[in-house]
């Protein structure tokens, strides 16, 4: 479970390091940073699904729309570049992004850091705690976390006679910004089963059952 995101001059925000638990709610008035949190995570996973590990960050896709650059550096303390990281489990990874093209619509990546805290400390309650480069092995299982981010807005696309299909190439869970994926994705993976946890007594225990 991700229980750690940290950004730095990323829109709202001149350094963030947000702890998450296995509920998190955020509250607070408009415009204090609340979208903002949730979109930086989008804007990993959309880059991630179509490019793998990614060397850009896509500004613009089927999870979130934001703009260009000039949109998403902190326009007082940022400048011309910004970072996106998550942890969990005593190890994080951050991507810090930079182009002094403010009409940019994808942002280059300039660099990934990846490390483990010696201590197994959360990195949010010790943002500074003994550090060490986290071993190659372990770079994929945070990027997978990434690419099994779920995020269903809530404004979704209301009853039709028909349903989008989604035809990109990209790899993993896709139900669209608006969930206009949803009933492609129970359709195209009818015999997938439903994790036990999550199974309700007396109902079908896959999702292709679970339809009828």
Same mark, same amino acid.
């Given at each position: 479970?991700?229980?750690? *995101?940290?950004?730095?001059?990323?829109?709202?925000?001149?350094? @963030?390091?947000?702890?998450?638990? !296995?509920?998190? /709610? &955020?509250? =607070?008035?408009?415009?204090?940073?609340?979208?903002?949190? *949730?979109?930086?995570?989008?804007?990993?996973?959309?880059?991630? @699904?179509?490019?793998?590990?990614? !060397?850009?960050? /896509? &500004?613009? =896709?089927?999870?979130?729309?934001?703009?260009?650059?000039?949109?998403?550096?902190?326009?007082?303390?940022?400048?011309?570049?910004?970072?996106?990281?998550?942890?969990?489990?005593?190890?994080?990874?951050?991507?810090?992004?930079?182009?002094?093209?403010?009409?940019?619509?994808?942002?280059?990546?300039?660099?990934?850091?990846?490390?483990?805290?010696?201590?197994?400390?959360?990195?949010?309650?010790?943002?500074?705690?003994?550090?060490?480069?986290?071993?190659?092995?372990?770079?994929?299982?945070?990027?997978?976390?990434?690419?099994?981010?779920?995020?269903?807005?809530?404004?979704?696309?209301?009853?039709?006679?028909?349903?989008?299909?989604?035809?990109?190439?990209?790899?993993?869970?896709?139900?669209?910004?608006?969930?206009?994926?949803?009933?492609?994705?129970?359709?195209?993976?009818?015999?997938?089963?439903?994790?036990?946890?999550?199974?309700?007594?007396?109902?079908?225990?896959?999702?292709?059952?679970?339809?009828?």
């Amino acid at each position: 479970m991700i229980d750690g *995101i940290h950004l730095t001059h990323f829109k709202c925000f001149e350094k @963030l390091d947000l702890p998450l638990g !296995k509920l998190t /709610l &955020l509250t =607070g008035q408009n415009s204090t940073g609340k979208s903002s949190v *949730i979109q930086s995570l989008l804007l990993l996973h959309q880059s991630h @699904l179509t490019q793998g590990i990614p !060397k850009q960050l /896509l &500004l613009n =896709g089927d999870s979130v729309c934001l703009g260009s650059m000039g949109d998403i550096v902190n326009s007082f303390t940022g400048r011309d570049e910004f970072k996106i990281g998550f942890s969990y489990d005593g190890q994080r990874i951050e991507w810090r992004f930079q182009t002094d093209e403010k009409q940019a619509l994808v942002v280059p990546v300039k660099s990934t850091v990846a490390y483990v805290s010696e201590a197994g400390d959360n990195f949010v309650s010790d943002p500074k705690p003994p550090v060490k480069p986290l071993p190659k092995k372990a770079k994929p299982d945070l990027v997978k976390r990434i690419k099994e981010i779920l995020h269903v807005s809530n404004e979704r696309v209301g009853p039709s006679d028909t349903h989008r299909a989604d035809t990109s190439e990209a790899s993993g869970l896709r139900l669209g910004a608006q969930a206009e994926y949803t009933a492609w994705y129970l359709h195209k993976n009818a015999d997938q089963q439903i994790p036990k946890e999550l199974q309700k007594e007396g109902a079908p225990p896959s999702l292709g059952a679970a339809q009828k």
